[in-house]
């Protein structure tokens, strides 16, 4: 009869209705994030091993929600341009020298004061635990977010011309050096002459004979092969050079959860740990292939050079500033202690 439902039919959609309304909500998975990381260093060096390893470790951790691919050797531009594109956002993540983001932080400069560091200790005390929360600040201003510490280690001087085993033996030298004041500051109260040159170029300059000599740390002089065309290397170690895992504050807040923030963290902290023993462990073995290959290895007593350095320091704490200057030295003295 028109109008009437049979019961049996009745109870049917009754009970579809009553499973619609229990039926939990179908949520869609949540995209993997595909993210970047670029660096300046040699795929055979520490630093670049022990990130392969972290991104490896980073995805396994986050079940593939987490995916970076390493861009090695500069490959997405020079350490000025790459810094600049990761603090813009094109990039998400970067292994930056911190002298390479003086022209967006001057204060970060003070991690280049010569001979401030005693040992790798302590370097390692002052960035990871006395000057951890200082420097993390100043990248945040200058628009990073600021997570583990790698190195690339001390750096030594390397020339074509004689062996250095004290100040004046630095004397007259023309020494390459890289667009960074300490460095410049540091070899000219030593009474070198500086010349400032790409990194790219300066294999050919030191073959040229443009100029004498370069530093870079042993294991960056090793890997770029500058020692085949220089007869002397001088464990002056002048300058710490730090290299920092730092990513966009915008990708690391926005596009990640806490947990995968946390697994990032954790795991480019244990990287930063392996690459700096790796570089430590590297150091030997490098200086004896390059002993073998003809290079006189020299161990100077740096206290001397130490002493030379007061024009340098004159110059820097000027650039940095009283404040800047009187804030990282407590700091490092703290780490000392």
Not at 215 to 220: E, I, S, Y
Not at 291 to 318: C, H, N, S
Request: proline content about 5%.
């Amino acid at each position: 009869m028109a109008g009437k439902v049979d019961p049996t039919r009745r109870m049917v959609l009754a009970g579809g209705a009553a499973a619609a309304v229990v039926l939990p909500a179908i949520r869609p998975a949540r995209a993997a994030v595909e993210l970047r990381l670029t660096h300046p260093a040699d795929t055979s060096h520490p630093v670049h091993i022990e990130a392969e390893a972290m991104v490896k470790r980073i995805a396994e951790r986050t079940k593939d929600q987490v995916k970076i691919t390493i861009f090695p050797n500069n490959a997405l531009g020079s350490p000025v341009e790459a810094a600049q594109q990761t603090r813009l956002g094109a990039i998400d993540f970067m292994l930056l020298n911190p002298a390479n983001i003086e022209a967006l932080s001057k204060t970060i400069g003070v991690i280049n004061i010569p001979y401030q560091f005693d040992s790798y200790e302590h370097a390692h005390k002052t960035l990871d635990v006395t000057g951890r929360d200082w420097v993390a600040e100043q990248l945040k201003t200058a628009g990073f977010t600021w997570i583990a510490n790698f190195e690339w280690g001390f750096r030594a001087l390397t020339n074509s011309r004689k062996p250095v085993n004290q100040p004046a033996d630095v004397q007259g030298l023309k020494i390459r050096v890289p667009p960074e004041l300490a460095i410049k500051a540091a070899f000219e109260a030593l009474g070198a002459s500086t010349q400032t040159i790409a990194f790219q170029e300066v294999y050919l300059a030191l073959a040229n004979k443009v100029v004498d000599g370069q530093d870079n740390p042993v294991g960056t002089t090793f890997a770029a092969k500058f020692y085949e065309a220089q007869k002397h290397l001088a464990l002056t170690r002048h300058i710490y050079a730090s290299i920092m895992f730092c990513a966009n504050p915008r990708t690391f807040a926005n596009k990640l959860s806490e947990e995968q923030r946390k697994i990032i963290a954790e795991e480019g902290t244990k990287a930063g740990a392996a690459a700096r023993k790796g570089v430590r462990e590297n150091e030997e073995a490098n200086l004896a292939a390059m002993q073998k290959a003809g290079v006189e290895i020299t161990r100077p007593d740096v206290a001397p050079f130490r002493d030379k350095m007061g024009p340098a320091y004159e110059q820097l704490r000027k650039a940095l500033g009283d404040d800047t200057w009187n804030a990282w030295t407590k700091l490092v003295a703290a780490a000392r202690a």
